[in-house]
């Protein structure tokens, strides 16, 4: 087995988990195999350690230019300053150069925008972080902007949605390496869906909608709680919510027959 190179970019005002979640399946996928599967490295454009968006130190192993041997996955985290570093020739320069070097792109939520700032979107299926999919289809007209998944592959360039989704996106690349079982052995092991169900469309909906503070079942927990000694029956907390919401339940009753 030939062992690939995994290069993730570290650089000042990154997303911590956009590298280290890639990192972890990587490295877990290695590990089950003994070895010899993925080799994972940390760079930056100068080899010096960066301070990500939440002041987490990222140690770097080496500069990309003093990595030797082709590059398999070059991985782009995203950061939150996208609008501004998408502008900053030496990042975008390090973006281009370890894209030109590797086999395949990942671009982890807004390292889209990095990525269609060097080219690399253009003509092409992306997605990103739900809070920005319009600020991609703005930015690159010439980018079918994919709303839903929560990863896209288009060639060998692929982009995902927000932060989490970097290890989806990681676990699919992990099984078209190496096949589904060792794919399912990393998941298990971080703990997280092997293919996770639904589309990133299900949090921008739930972030949108305007919900109460409290629930009526965290209510009637809470006063089961603070006097367990009181009568609990199904019958009297039917009364009880009925009473607090308004209506009785032979109403209630009444209106669902």
């Known amino acids: 087995m030939q062992s690939r190179l995994v290069a993730i970019l570290a650089y000042d005002g990154g997303q911590v988990l956009d590298l280290t979640g890639p990192a972890e399946v990587f490295w877990a996928a290695d590990q089950y195999v003994g070895g010899g599967a993925y080799r994972v490295v940390i760079v930056s454009a100068d080899g010096a350690d960066t301070v990500s968006a939440s002041g987490l130190r990222m140690g770097v192993q080496a500069a990309l230019d ?11 985290p995203g950061t ?3 609008a501004r570093l998408m502008a900053h020739p030496p990042l975008l320069r390090t973006v281009s150069a370890g894209a030109a070097r590797a086999r395949r792109v990942a671009a982890v939520c807004a390292g889209a925008f990095l990525a269609g700032a060097v ?42 949605a927000g932060v989490t989704a ?6 699919a690349m992990v099984e078209a390496d190496h096949g589904p079982d060792l794919a399912r052995q990393v998941a298990q092991y971080l703990v997280v869906f092997m293919q996770r169900p639904g589309g990133q469309a299900q949090f921008s909906v739930r972030m949108r909608a305007q919900t109460g503070s409290r629930s009526p079942l965290r209510e ?37 027959a």
Not at 66 to 76: A, L, N, R, S, Y
Not at 133 to 158: A, H, Q
Not at 166 to 171: E, Q, R, S, T, Y
Not at 222 to 243: F, K, Y
């Open 166 to 171: 970097g290890i989806d996106l990681a676990l």
């Open 80 to 82: 939150p300053d996208w």
């Open 220 to 256: 009637l927990l809470d006063s089961i709680v603070e006097n367990p000694a009181a009568d609990h029956r199904l019958e009297t907390l039917s009364d009880a919510r009925g009473s607090a919401a308004g209506t009785s339940p032979a109403c209630s009753s009444a209106s669902s």
């Open 66 to 76: 003093d990595v030797e041997g082709p590059i398999d996955t070059f991985v782009i």
């Open 119 to 160: 080219g690399m979107l253009a003509g092409r299926r992306a997605t990103t972080h739900w809070l920005f999919l319009d600020d991609l289809e703005k930015r690159f007209p010439d980018t079918i902007v994919e709303r839903d998944p929560i990863f896209v592959g288009d060639g060998l360039v692929y982009t995902s």
